[in-house]
């Protein structure tokens, strides 16, 4: 597989279009896994997707090892699913709160999916890559542009807010975070 | 505190969240599908592996060779200095002049190591042009460019090999005062071919290029009595790591000495100097061409087992003083990353109507290759 997407990549770079949706093709399911685990919601996967297929195709031409071209567009994604969290903490007035599902104070125990939605931005977006899309902690690294150290401490320190929350029941909260 | 495996939990995670795409997604994710396929090709980046012959500069190849022989921190990888790019531009056709010469000239081509002049002489209507050069401190190719108001009928090549009613090219080529060797080369143009200018360091007291200097050149056309007179400005622009070795390896057999002098390799050349000493009333006649030279050739082969291509040699014959027979010999730049070089000379054995090639084992030669860079 390794040549053969390089070798796709070097036709959509040479201009050919339907080689460049091929390879579209082959990450999108990647591409709306990750999406939707960082940004949590479909409506808002569907934009960053959009976006990020879109500057994939433009910019296509400033990568330079086709090799790198998964992790390439993943951290588009990423940028671009970052661009659209900060937007919508924005967007949310002060005076106006979203629909929210039946708030109760219960405690409760959690699964992961859940503990892992009320991570902190950063920490979800490390956990998501390397264990939902199994991407190596140096590609991680070079996705988000730092250190692989700063990956290996994102995690640990996601870890452990999570094995906390799976351990002990919490209580439901408030936020931006839909049902 | 309740009891938890994590990894048993990841993996319910993960099989939780690899749902199908839901309809949201997947519509607008076609959508941009059909909106590339009718947006305009991005900006296509222009690859190296692919064989461009477009004019003008181009990305170009750094092969294994420019690598080993330039250095790793020299990385030419295609650099060409805004200035010369320009100049490039305006030479037409530079790409496709180098086709039919050695792959020596093809990567110096390739490369942008040529340089430009604007040197140039007209006579009877017709101006000639010595518009580019390069020199890697082995030898001087100069591309030499036609231009006329009328329309001629011969080839540039044609009218220079025909000048002395096809006796001889007419050129002349002169360092400090002292005339040098050089060769024509066909490019296929029409109106342009290549010369090429070499020093006489083999010959015993013969004068080498410095790094920088002029080189004047006279070309007779046929059918124009003046000679077209150039001062040709020349720039050793070849970056500064190359091989040159002076091994000094002899070897003696059947009354003959045979000396490597010195090997240059650069990556546009490989150039060896040899030196035969031979008493001609003892050499086996085998060995004997007429007029008294020697029916010697040589091959060379690097340790990889690649044959390096033999381009043209040249040599001063007499021995008047018994210093040996000089020959120089020009091949192709080494390719890859070879550590030695193996010298095999060779004589032609008639076998009827039959020839045949004989290598003379006795007097193989192998240098190994200083990777490090030697001053000349």
């Known amino acids: 597989m390794g040549s053969e997407l390089e070798q796709e990549v070097i036709r959509a770079q040479a201009g050919d279009r339907e080689a460049f949706i091929r390879l579209l093709r082959e990450v999108e399911s990647s591409l709306y896994t990750l999406a939707r685990a960082i940004v949590k919601q479909d409506e808002d996967s569907a934009d960053a997707i959009q976006e990020t297929m879109l500057k994939a195709f433009k910019s296509l031409h400033t990568l330079r090892s086709p090799e790198y071209f998964k992790t390439w567009i993943i951290r588009i994604l990423v940028n671009e699913c970052n661009r659209i969290i900060k937007m919508r903490a924005r967007t949310v007035a002060v005076a106006e709160f979203p629909d929210l599902c039946a708030v109760t104070k219960d405690y409760e125990n959690i699964d992961l999916r859940e503990a892992i939605h009320r991570l902190d931005d950063t920490l979800r977006i490390v956990i998501v890559l390397h264990y939902l899309d199994d991407i190596p902690l140096k590609q991680v690294a070079e996705i988000l542009d730092i250190s692989e150290g700063a990956v290996k401490n994102r995690l640990h320190r996601a870890r452990k807010i999570l094995l906390d929350l799976l351990q002990n029941p919490v209580e439901r909260k408030i936020g931006y975070e839909m049902c | 505190m309740r009891c938890v495996d994590f990894d048993d939990e990841l993996e319910k995670w993960k099989e939780s969240e690899s749902v199908r795409m839901p309809k949201v997604v997947r519509s607008r994710i076609d959508e941009t599908y059909k909106e590339i396929s009718s947006m305009e090709a991005p900006p296509a ?42 100049s490039l531009e305006r030479i037409p056709l530079l790409g496709s002049l180098f086709q039919k010469q050695d792959a020596g000239l093809q990567i110096a081509g390739e490369h942008g190591l040529f340089t430009p002049v604007d040197a140039s002489d007209t006579h009877d209507g017709v101006t000639l042009k010595v518009s580019s050069v390069m020199y890697d401190g082995v030898r001087v190719s100069m591309v030499v460019q036609r231009e006329s108001s009328v329309e001629l009928e011969t080839t540039l090549y044609e009218a220079m090999s025909n000048h002395n009613q096809g006796n001889t090219v007419f050129f002349d080529i002169t360092y ?115 007029g008294g030279f020697l029916n010697l050739d040589y091959e060379l082969v690097d340790d990889l087992g690649k044959t390096v291509k033999f381009i043209g040699g040249r040599g001063s014959s007499s021995d008047e003083e018994n210093e040996g027979v000089y020959s120089r010999l020009k091949f192709e730049p080494l390719d890859g990353d070879p550590k030695a070089l193996t010298l095999k000379p060779y004589i032609y054995i008639r076998n009827g109507e039959e020839t045949a090639k004989e290598y003379i084992k006795e007097l193989e030669m192998t240098v190994s290759l200083d990777t490090k860079k030697a001053a000349r």
């Open chain 2, 176 to 290: 400090e005062g002292q005339s040098m060797g050089g060769g024509l080369s066909d490019t296929g143009e029409r109106d342009a071919v290549i010369v090429t200018a070499e020093d006489t360091g083999y010959e015993k007291d013969g004068v080498i290029f410095s790094d920088k200097f002029n080189l004047f050149l006279s070309l007779g056309l046929e059918g124009i009595d003046e000679p077209f007179e150039f001062m040709v400005p020349v720039v050793k622009n070849v970056p500064d790591n190359y091989h040159i070795l002076k091994p000094g390896i002899s070897k003696t057999y059947e009354h003959l000495e045979m000396t490597l002098q010195r090997i240059a390799a650069t990556p546009v050349t490989t150039e060896l100097d040899i030196n035969v000493k031979a008493d001609m009333n003892e050499v086996p006649e085998k060995y004997q061409a007429a």
């Open chain 2, 45 to 86: 980046y222009s690859r190296s592996a692919r064989p461009v012959r477009k004019r003008g500069v181009k990305a170009a190849a750094v092969s294994a060779l420019a690598i080993t022989l330039l250095g790793a921190s020299v990385v030419v990888s295609g650099y060409i200095s805004p200035a010369v790019a320009q």
